[in-house]
């Protein structure tokens, strides 16, 4: 089992920055790839962004130059920094991690609100 927990939401102007911070715990030496998605309302939760165990990253088209997703495994954490808000990029952001044997796990969610 591995557990989530999430932080660094909030509500920011348009322009402003955040980063978001998803800490494992439990079976983390099982972790192999950790992503960050966000739902909207009324809207189907989408990737984000996500890096696998060797460090390749990939991006979502639309916050591609704006968002940068990282880890560092010595803390078990992923971030995700968040620079050039945008209204557009208001939602619930959810931390998930997928073990070497495929099993996903899913943090409880942070929401991000960004203001015209």
């Known amino acids: 089992q591995v557990q989530l927990v999430e932080s660094g939401g909030g509500l920011v102007q348009a322009g402003g920055s955040l980063r978001l911070s998803c800490a494992a715990s439990g079976s983390i030496f099982s972790i192999e790839d950790m992503g960050w998605y966000r739902q909207a309302p009324g809207k189907q939760r989408e990737l984000v962004a996500g890096?696998?165990?060797?460090?390749?990253?990939n991006y979502a088209d639309s916050v591609k130059g704006r968002f940068t997703i990282s880890r560092n495994n010595a803390k078990n954490t992923v971030y995700l920094q968040m620079n050039n808000l945008k209204p557009e990029d208001t939602a619930v952001y959810y931390c998930?991690?997928?073990?070497?044997?495929?099993?996903?796990?899913w943090g409880q969610g942070t929401q991000v609100t960004v203001s015209s």
């Open positions: 890096i696998t165990g060797v460090g390749s990253t």
């Open positions: 998930k991690v997928v073990t070497r044997w495929r099993h996903e796990y």
